[in-house]
């Protein structure tokens, strides 16, 4: 057995996808549509774990092969034993993390599934403030930013779906080299108020991994 691979917002994808081969088996009697679609599940599974063991590549693309409703649950039920959890943290790791903080709220670490998790992120309703975490690298990097709720659902900037979202505003560590002292420049983006929704939503960390660079001011994390 190969050791867990599969990252959450990969596992996400994978069940979109499988989603939708399901719903065009089901309704598409046209074959070569049928078949159009396979082969572009194929390659969007193969662009994402371009970088994996052909063993490991084989498990995932045979999602592309699939056409009953209990063939996709039952694979999607054996992917699960191949997801990789987000590394557990503990409460000093987020205090280190975030030392301007006096009283930092921490989420309930014990009660969150790993499995589950790209990003961590919670909110502080009392100052206003959200805080997303992320290993970028193998590196434990966290943002904290205003948080402004918007009485509109709108697209989410880290799982690009329309959700209840709140205007989540960071400031950014990177500065221009010659730029005044008193330099700041903030990021604003619309971001899901609740970040399992958000988790379970997310298929692609690009946005996630820009945003983190640009706030902690480091291009070579
Ligand atoms: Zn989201």
């Known amino acids: 057995m190969t050791k867990?691979?599969?990252?959450?917002?990969?596992?996400?994808?994978?069940?979109?996808?499988?989603?939708?081969?399901?719903?065009?088996?089901?309704?598409?009697?046209?074959?070569?549509?049928?078949?159009?679609?396979?082969?572009?599940?194929?390659?969007?599974?193969?662009?994402?774990?371009?970088?994996?063991?052909?063993?490991q590549k084989q498990?995932?693309?045979?999602?592309?092969?699939?056409?009953?409703?209990?063939?996709?649950?039952?694979?999607?039920?054996?992917?699960?034993?191949h997801v990789e959890m987000f590394k557990p943290v503990t409460e000093m790791q987020l205090k280190k993390l975030f030392p301007k903080v006096k009283k930092l709220k921490a989420p309930n670490l014990a009660a969150i599934?790993?499995?589950?998790?790209?990003?961590?992120?919670?909110?502080d309703i009392a100052t206003n403030r959200k805080y997303i975490i992320y290993h970028l690298n193998d590196r434990l990097v966290g943002t904290e930013g205003r948080f402004t709720l918007v009485s509109?659902?709108?697209?989410?900037f880290l799982c690009n779906r329309h959700e209840?979202?709140?205007?989540?505003?960071?400031?950014?560590?990177?500065?221009?080299?010659?730029?005044?002292?008193?330099?700041?420049?903030a990021i604003g983006n619309y971001v899901c108020v609740n970040?399992?929704?958000?988790?379970?939503n997310i298929t692609n960390v690009a946005a996630l991994e820009t945003f983190l660079h640009a706030v902690t001011g480091d291009r070579y994390l």
């Not at 599934?113 to 909110?123: F, K």
């Not at 509109?152 to 989410?156: G, L, R």
């Open 113 to 123: 599934d790993y499995r589950y998790v790209t990003y961590l992120g919670w909110n």
């Open 195 to 200: 970040s399992e929704t958000c988790n379970k």
């Open 59 to 81: 498990m995932v693309e045979q999602v592309s092969t699939l056409t009953k409703a209990e063939e996709f649950q039952h694979y999607l039920n054996s992917l699960e034993q």
């Open 4 to 55: 867990p691979f599969i990252r959450n917002h990969q596992y996400n994808l994978i069940k979109k996808l499988a989603n939708q081969l399901q719903n065009t088996c089901n309704t598409v009697a046209d074959r070569k549509v049928v078949e159009a679609v396979r082969h572009s599940v194929q390659t969007r599974i193969l662009e994402t774990f371009h970088d994996a063991m052909d063993v």
């Open 164 to 185: 209840e979202v709140a205007l989540y505003t960071a400031v950014t560590k990177f500065k221009p080299a010659n730029a005044s002292p008193d330099y700041y420049k």
């Open 152 to 156: 509109k659902k709108s697209v989410c």
